[in-house]
């Protein structure tokens, strides 16, 4: 079992265990009681009251280059330097005199660009999450290593100072960029672990040129074609990426560097609400031993309740990507040659496909759009458009507007394409209109791949402003024209206006008043 002598700045640690193998923790989640072993062999803990993040209480300390370069506003809150000297101290306080628990591993697949980091925590399940999460390296690679970024993780202590800090709650969740340290106080919930080094990354990665990507990634097995998949919840981005066709990249975190993309992580963090063996089998199957599961309801026999939201609707489960047996092993790829964003538009107006051109795709990335349907939330009776820039917003430590640079540069070098895939609702609204059915939508992610798109038989709808295929193979175009499954063509385009005058308004937060990055003249029109 591997162990350290000591952690710099914390005292009086009766044991150090770093980098335990699955057999270890596994033994440590038993003796302290944190898990308990379901009926398919994973664990499963709970995180206490916080069954997610806590966005509301993350903060930046406003200091050095993220004074200057961070997006500030509601989803990233600066915090002074004093404070976060506090409450630093204040977990090195907490931290010590108990065992602990170090993970030292990488986000990043890509040797050259990935970030060593260290994640010190109190509990064992905590360290089995990051095992799964980030990348596992080498017992050669430990020798030598040094982090480059440390997570402090003391969830057993609070801030019962906030109000006098001016903060939101007792939880807080804070970065400082330029030490590069993050601490965390006030809650048990992993999710926060991964997401803060994927915001970190969005912040050290473009500054070098680098493009990091909240989306998935596979690879075709023969052509070595890559694609990315985007899109926001209940858009199809995990299952539609999950293809036994193509192996898998990721899941949920890339880079796209000078060489190709790769995989920010080591595992995958999928939703377990629902889930079952026959709509999802690559997940299901790699909940066993190794897999965490979070928060969900575990019956007498020991077997999952996975339809139990009881605890809450975000029960989730974490395992190794090797796991997936349908895998790129190495977490690279070459430069996509397709980029799809996917939507669940409830509208019923967009397309079940559009071929985007490299500026329209700067536009549809920092819009970030899919759609609510009525019932979802209460007080929700229509459809509801929900935006959120670069498909992540929640994550993008710097302005938007420096993802999709990137994004038009990397496409327009690497010849990348482009579509818009909507697997939402068609011949009317939600209530109207039916879902988009799954084969159509393999069909047409099968070809975008094969070429069957490559063609220049498109119509242009001038509100909608996008380029929609007349056929695609056999498939006519009344399946993919929207308004050809509407009852009313007059209806359709009140609709269309209806939607398009909603992009318009989302993306004036986007056009500073210069031409330089003016992309209105590329989305929607009205």
Not at 351 to 375: D, I
Not at 418 to 443: C, D, E, F, Q
Request: include cysteine; charged fraction near 25%; aromatic fraction near 10%.
């Amino acid at each position: 079992m591997k162990t350290m002598e000591r952690i710099p700045g914390i005292e009086n640690s009766p044991a150090i265990y770093r980098n335990l193998s699955y057999d270890d923790i596994f033994e440590h989640e038993q003796k302290n009681n944190e898990t308990v072993l379901t009926a398919q062999g994973a664990m499963t803990v709970d995180t206490g009251i916080f069954t997610g993040r806590s966005p509301k209480d993350k903060y930046i300390v406003k200091e050095g280059q993220a004074e200057k370069d961070i997006w500030w506003g509601n989803i990233n809150k600066p915090v002074s330097e004093d404070i976060f000297n506090e409450l630093h101290a204040q977990c090195l306080n907490h931290l010590s005199g108990k065992p602990l628990y170090v993970f030292d591993g990488y986000a990043g697949a890509r040797q050259s660009t990935r970030l060593s980091l260290r994640v010190i925590t109190e509990k064992a399940w905590q360290h089995h999450f990051c095992t799964n999460m980030f990348i596992r390296p080498q017992d050669s690679e430990l020798d030598s290593f040094v982090p480059e970024f440390t997570i402090y993780n003391a969830s057993g202590t609070a801030n019962p100072k906030f109000k006098e800090h001016g903060l939101n709650s007792d939880v807080f969740v804070i970065f400082h960029l330029s030490k590069k340290i993050a601490i965390i106080g006030g809650t048990e919930y992993g999710g926060e672990m991964k997401k803060g080094i994927f915001s970190v990354m969005n912040f050290y990665k473009p500054l070098e040129g680098i493009l990091t990507m909240h989306c998935s990634a596979n690879v075709g097995k023969d052509k070595g074609d890559s694609a990315l998949f985007f899109g926001l919840s209940g858009t199809g981005k995990t299952t539609l990426s999950t293809d036994p066709k193509r192996p898998l990249i990721g899941d949920d975190e890339h880079g796209w560097d000078d060489e190709g993309i790769w995989n920010l992580e080591g595992g995958c963090y999928a939703k377990a609400i629902n889930l079952n063996p026959d709509d999802e089998p690559l997940i299901y199957n790699a909940i066993k031993r190794d897999a965490l599961l979070e928060n969900v309801v575990v019956l007498d026999d020991n077997s999952v309740d996975y339809a139990d939201n009881s605890k809450t609707e975000n029960t989730r489960v974490s395992y190794p990507i090797f796991h997936i047996p349908n895998r790129v092993e190495s977490g690279v790829a070459n430069h996509p040659e397709n980029i799809i964003f996917l939507t669940c538009d409830a509208f019923g107006v967009l397309p079940p496909v559009a071929r985007l051109s490299p500026e329209q795709a700067m536009y549809h990335f920092l819009s970030g759009y899919t759609a609510k349907v009525a019932g979802t939330e209460r007080g929700i009776t229509e459809p509801t458009a929900t935006f959120s820039a670069c498909f992540g917003a929640a994550f993008m430590t710097l302005h938007p507007t420096r993802y999709a640079r990137l994004l038009g540069e990397k496409m327009k070098k690497h010849g990348t394409k482009a579509y818009l895939v909507n697997t939402g609702w068609a011949g009317g609204p939600h209530g109207v209109g039916s879902r988009m059915k799954i084969k159509l939508t393999r069909s047409i992610i099968d070809g975008i791949f094969d070429g069957t798109l490559d063609h220049s038989d498109y119509t242009h709808h001038d509100v909608l402003n996008l380029e929609i295929p007349d056929h695609m193979g056999a498939v006519k175009s009344e399946l993919l024209h929207p308004w050809a499954s509407w009852n009313s063509r007059d209806d359709f385009e009140a609709q269309a206006k209806k939607l398009a005058g909603m992009f318009v308004q989302n993306f004036k937060q986007y056009v500073d008043g210069s031409s330089e990055f003016d992309f209105t003249a590329h989305g929607p029109q009205v």
